[in-house]
């Protein structure tokens, strides 16, 4: 008996207070918010190797330094927008490269990347601001490389598809619940009207 008076109020939206509590909660999962924090500081130094690649790509072809180095680095800008694009997990890249969908091949395309943007630094040693900066850039993206791919290997990559599954189905409750509660207002509204037409008459 007890459990059919919880089972009714738990499904009944009714106002109030009560209709809060009826909700399941919709705070964020602390695991995903850290995994989308530690992909968008990916991105920026993704972004960054680009920068850096575009750099050093000008500097080669202008300065006739090494023109295989300037076709190099265009390689590598390439690359590094695929990165940046892979960590937005956006559903035509994933599905155009079935590896980005774990971590691990994710790490090992960012440090490929990474080696690519600290190739090649002996003509930049007069320039060196900028070999600071690809320095930073190279290693910065070979640490995420590195936690990314140690990270696929202890199957954190797979706990995090289904938290996200968890939560997306979540608010999917939640949604279903407002839509019943504010269809149940409009009968009550309808269910009101037609009594009053009844009074009347």
Request: proline share 2%.
């Amino acid at each position: 008996m007890e459990r059919a008076e919880e089972h009714e109020e738990i499904v009944e939206p009714s106002s109030g207070s009560g209709s809060s509590r009826s909700r399941p909660s919709n705070r964020p999962d602390p695991f995903l918010v850290v995994c989308r924090c530690f992909s968008f500081v990916t991105s920026l130094i993704a972004i960054l190797c680009v920068v850096v690649n575009v750099l050093a790509a000008i500097r080669s072809f202008r300065d006739s330094h090494d023109i295989f180095d300037g076709i190099f680095r265009c390689y590598a800008v390439l690359i590094a927008c695929f990165v940046v694009l892979a960590e937005t997990e956006w559903g035509f890249i994933l599905k155009f490269s079935k590896v980005l969908e774990y971590w691990a091949g994710r790490g090992m395309l960012q440090i490929f990347v990474a080696v690519m943007t600290r190739a090649f630094p002996d003509f930049m040693t007069q320039k060196k601001d900028l070999l600071l900066l690809q320095n930073i850039a190279s290693y910065m993206l070979l640490a995420c490389g590195l936690i990314y791919v140690i990270s696929g290997v202890l199957c954190i990559g797979f706990l995090k598809r289904a938290r996200q599954q968890k939560e997306v189905s979540r608010e999917q409750a939640v949604k279903d619940l407002e839509e019943m509660a504010r269809r149940r207002e409009e009968l009550e509204q309808l269910l009101v009207e037609h009594r009053s037409r009844d009074d009347e008459v």
